[in-house]
């Protein structure tokens, strides 16, 4: 294996001269995925371009390649896994990459909540658990063991549709403010609504208030979307009058209610693309892909929704040199960082992926 290192002494012209030359060698071979809240100077090398799902479907697809490059965080990989091809191997080009709201939620603690709720009803019954697409590979087998299902932000409330029409409650992880905002979009009201602390008994909550609730939503978020506050709606509101915002609804249910659009990454890049000229956006999502609305639209007045610079910092683990080194490593006939989620828990994980993917 070639060693990382010294690649940090390249410049920038040289590591992009490098990269080039490595893709070209590879050929077909390998697929470069570039997830839309990737630094730029990763992201110009990628051969196809999205959020993860959409990625990991598309690379599906691309069947004559044998390695499959995703610049992402870990379970983006972990999806890539398991919905590729048995001869294709998945590479993940910094293992450090991770995602903290998927680490919010692990299998020995939705197990111990499902255990604490089964005490208290009859869960197989009257609970569908749901875990965000945005979580490890064994959360998705989880659901996929107990008739429960994956979501996206983008499905979100229609896979709590399909779950209401098969039982009375949800659980839903690890993020809290997607599946707020989607449940109340159904008409549930908060108060039927109830946010499992796993650090506490019980979630922290009364037997009563846990039966007669609806929504179980996991105490976990995005430490990106959870920065925009709606105080800094207030503040582009007032600042620059006809401005539009939009955010993703990984981002708070105030934040969420006080703006004009909400969606995925591929909602928000195409609302302001469609927008017309000289209209004014402000946009809560990460700052990669702001900045990159900002320079693809120069028409359009563009703003991050943040006074202050949040981004996704595990994402950007990704950077030009660990790609360069996978690369010259596949040139080299070596693979380093592949992502193997084992062939059980894929199978039980596939069939929630299965079962979103039939209903929406």
Not at 309 to 335: K, P, Y
Request: one cysteine or more.
């Amino acid at each position: 294996m070639i060693p990382l290192e010294p690649y940090y002494e390249l410049s920038d012209a040289d590591l992009d001269s490098r990269i080039q030359a490595a893709k070209s060698a590879l050929g077909s071979d390998c697929v470069i995925l570039g997830h839309h809240y990737q630094r730029e100077e990763v992201y110009k090398f990628a051969d196809l371009t999205g959020d993860s799902l959409k990625l990991s479907r598309l690379a599906s697809q691309r069947a004559d390649a044998k390695y499959i490059v995703f610049c992402g965080v870990h379970f983006m990989a972990e999806v890539a896994d398991i919905l590729s091809a048995p001869h294709q191997t998945v590479i993940l080009p910094d293992m450090a990459a991770g995602c903290s709201m998927a680490d919010m939620a692990d299998l020995p603690r939705v197990q111990s909540a499902w255990n604490d709720l089964a005490a208290l009803m009859d869960v197989d019954a009257l609970v569908t658990p749901i875990t965000y697409v945005n979580s490890m590979a064994d959360l998705k087998a989880f659901c996929g063991a107990h008739e429960g299902v994956v979501c996206t932000s983008s499905n979100a409330s229609r896979i709590l549709e399909w779950a209401f029409a098969r039982r009375e409650k949800v659980l839903f992880f690890p993020d809290q403010h997607l599946g707020r905002i989607s449940a109340h979009g159904l008409g549930v009201p908060l108060e039927q609504m109830v946010v499992w602390d796993p650090t506490r008994p019980n979630g922290g909550l009364e037997p009563a208030a846990v039966r007669q609730a609806r929504v179980i939503l996991w105490d976990g978020y995005c430490s990106v979307h959870q920065m925009f506050q709606p105080a800094h709606v207030e503040l582009f509101r007032a600042r620059y009058p006809g401005i539009r915002v939009i955010v993703h609804p990984e981002c708070s249910f105030e934040v969420c209610r006080m703006a004009d659009a909400r969606g995925s990454t591929e909602l928000i890049q195409t609302t302001v693309r469609d927008a017309p000229s000289g209209s004014i956006w402000a946009i809560g999502t990460e700052l990669n892909l702001v900045n990159r609305l900002k320079h693809e639209m120069p028409d359009k007045e563009i703003h991050f929704l943040c006074p202050t610079v949040c981004m996704c910092s595990t994402m950007f683990r990704i950077d030009a040199q660990h790609l360069c080194w996978t690369l010259e490593n596949l040139v080299a006939g070596v693979v380093v960082n592949g992502i193997s989620v084992p062939r059980d828990v894929a199978a039980s994980a596939r069939i929630a992926l299965d079962r979103m993917l039939a209903v929406a």
